[in-house]
């Protein structure tokens, strides 16, 4: 059996892992060069540690990608770059699930149920609902004998809403609310998906309708099938069509028509562990097709056939979309 005890965390030298807290903030910052991505390449080949070490810092990443986005990344962008360096630094040491989850206790340990990147999960909720997690997402149950309240933390759901078959004989029927910190909806007999970003929730209506009522305002609007509305917790914004295609993510497919590259990239990342970027270069271009959410590289492939670019990687868990 190999020998694994030079690269544990706790072996690793402090030096390298601050090397690597440094890459990690310039990875962040936006400002790496192809000099500088060429030079992490080599830094990461230099010993097992630093490769170690570099996987120890992107974890960092993806654990702050776990947290509220104004709370996770946000911090690594705001501090001081010495700062940002230290505290990489300490949390490599510490690991993430140390140091990070102590820190953010109070709102990582609220969810009743969570996905972590890449991962999505089907849940049947005991009133008959069925509730799917896309990646990266965060919820809170509470039945009671009176109501039922799903609380989305962060990231996405689709809800097909069930006839509350908990129920005794001849209780009426509980209402059900879904709650985010920008508002409240109510279904009517629904199947409908609902996606937190970090200033509006957007919900979008398959089958029913949906009520729904910003946090800080008396104004409530329906939403019927077949339309998407966006709303912060103030103000509810002019509703859209909704696409049929945009609940293929619950058959972990997503399909691109005439989508700008760089967008579907970005909502390519939200699937991949590590850093997944499109090089402005090529971000104008249309895409086209249907894509794996459940397997990133096959996505890839298909790009690098059928546009003129080409993926590249820099270095462990770094991959940039490029022109050819």
Known sequence: MADTSATRPSAIDPTILNQAADWLVLLQSGEATEQDLAKLS?????????????????????????????VGQDTLARLPRHNRRKLLGLLAIAAPTGWLLWHYRHWLQRADYQTATGEQQTIELADGSQLVLNTETRVNIAFTQTQRAI???????????????????????????????????????TRFAIRHFDD????????????????????????????????TATELQTPQAAEATSSLWTNGMLLAQDMRLGDLIAELARYQRGLLRCDPEVAQLLVSGAFPVNDIAASLRVLEKSLPVRIARPAPYWTTVKAR
């Not at 005794?168 to 029927?173: D, E, M, N, W, Y």
């Open 42 to 70: 080599q830094w990461c080949q230099q010993s097992p540690a630093h490769e170690a070490a570099w996987q120890r810092a992107e974890s960092v990443s993806s654990t702050f990608r776990q947290v509220p986005a104004q």
């Open 200 to 231: 509006y929730t957007q919900v979008s209506v398959f089958e029913g309708a949906v009520q729904v009522q910003p946090a800080q305002s008396s104004q409530i609007a329906t939403v019927p099938a077949r339309q998407q509305l966006r709303f």
């Open 151 to 189: 609380t989305l933390l962060a990231g996405e759901i689709m809800l097909t809403t069930g006839k509350d078959a908990a129920l005794p004989a001849g209780q009426p029927t509980r209402p059900l609310t879904v709650l985010t910190e920008h508002g409240s909806l109510q279904p009517i007999g």
